[in-house]
């Protein structure tokens, strides 16, 4: 079981733990015996809490797997070796194990955060979400936080007396950002204070790992070099090591040694930045942490600056790079232009999708239609209704 009753000291939480294959909580974790309420009362599992059996229903949703198919920044067709969404799920909540670890605080929830914040997303990445914001702006809006707790309220199915999943509130909080207010038909979690720490450990994990993984994929696609990175914080020095270090190993190797160091740098700094504000504040229930005026988890001044530094680099030079913004404008027709021609001729969605208009309103269950797609089924889909010379061809 990885829920002990033994708590460490303060003092210990505070040092960070270390090389330690136990896994006792510190006082200020969520434990699924006093926490893990659902919308629908469920028996205990024998062997498995709350947050373990709400990590295993979000692994097994079909949201899941569709994230093999959307896009994380390239779109998936280009290339086979890039990022999608699935992959940058996992390496996100990879990191956010090893840092809930770290810092006692309950992993199990905080993966089943990792694994579930991007179920919301459209496809084709963010350039979806704008066409659908956009659509349903006198329609109650869309983001893809809120599709998020759609998908695991109301679209899975998978009991036959309610829809969704029935996730924990402690799980479906995590997938909420602040100053999240709009309607959803099922109570939404109170977000007005500070998330969990574990849902924190989610955010800051997720963050990390797109960094590092967005720059390795524009490094591997050419459109970054080692050499622009000279400059930046952080980056540079490793940069700068790893082109001077190994000059007769792969250029793959030498970029792989950079990103990988980069990522345990901000990890680490994360870690030990955390800890030292839990114990200066004496931070001893997840209370304190919620009551906070900031999150607690969060990087030292100086990385803290670093990431901003290079987060506004990606934008510049990677995100907003002609080759990517090409890309963008043209997933941002097909996604607008299904949206439209479903308005116009209902005819064309499935059943099941038409069955949801008294309900939902039209526009909200193309919304949720559309959002479910993945980049290839968007693509296919535009070439059924607008035939082969139809937009998307390009993508
Ligand atoms: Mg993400």
């Known amino acids: 079981m990885s829920e ?3 708590s460490p000291s303060a003092k210990e939480q505070g040092r960070g733990r270390g090389l330690d294959e136990s896994q006792p909580l510190a006082t200020f974790a969520l434990r699924s015996a006093t926490s893990g309420h659902r919308l629908h009362p469920e028996e205990p599992h024998p062997y498995r809490t709350a947050f373990q059996r709400d990590r295993g229903r979000i692994v097994h949703s079909t949201a ?7 896009t994380q920044v390239f779109v ?11 992959t940058h799920t996992l390496e996100g909540a990879q990191i956010t194990r090893i840092i809930a670890r770290q810092l006692g605080l309950n992993q199990d929830l905080a993966e089943s955060v990792a694994l579930a914040h991007d179920l919301g997303h ?6 979806g979400e704008r066409v659908l914001a956009e659509a349903m702006l006198d329609h109650g809006g869309f983001d893809h936080n809120r599709q998020g707790l759609r998908v695991v309220d109301l679209l899975e199915r998978r009991h036959p007396d309610y829809l969704g999943l029935n996730l924990c509130d402690e799980t479906r909080e995590g997938m909420l950002k602040h100053g999240s207010n709009w309607a959803h038909p099922v109570p939404i979690p109170d977000v007005s204070g500070q998330r969990s720490g574990e849902a924190q450990v989610a955010d800051a994990s997720d963050e990390i790992a797109y960094l590092n993984h967005d720059l390795d994929d524009a490094l591997r696609a050419g459109i970054l070099t080692l050499e622009m990175l000279i400059e930046l914080p952080i980056l540079g020095d490793l940069a700068q090591q790893a082109q001077g270090h190994h000059g ?23 870690i030990a930045a955390t800890r030292d504000r839990i114990v200066a504040e004496e931070l001893d229930s ?18 803290e600056r670093a990431r901003r530094e290079i987060k506004s680099f990606l ?19 097909v996604v607008k232009s299904l949206f439209d021609q479903f308005l116009a001729a209902p005819d064309h969605l499935p059943e099941g999708v ?28 535009q070439t059924r209704l607008f035939g082969a010379e139809g937009l998307g061809n390009s993508l």
Do not use: C, W
């Open 4 to 6: 002990s009753k033994k």
């Open 64 to 70: 899941f797997r569709r994230l093999q198919y959307k």
């Open 76 to 86: 998936h067709l280009e290339a086979d070796h890039y990022r999608n969404r699935l």
């Open 122 to 127: 459209t496809p084709f990445g963010h350039a």
């Open 248 to 270: 007769d190993i792969p250029e793959e190797v030498r970029r792989t040694r950079m990103i990988s160091e980069m990522i345990d740098t901000l990890v680490t700094d994360l």
């Open 286 to 303: 997840p209370e304190a942490i919620r009551a906070r005026t900031g999150k607690v988890v969060g990087f030292s001044p100086r990385v």
């Open 315 to 333: 934008f510049e030079r990677f995100y907003n790079h002609p080759k990517v913004a090409l890309r963008t404008q043209e997933a941002e027709k």
């Open 354 to 381: 038409r069955a949801r208009f008294d309900e939902t309103g039209r526009e909200r269950a193309i919304a949720d239609y559309v959002a479910g797609m993945t980049d290839r089924f968007a693509i296919s889909e």
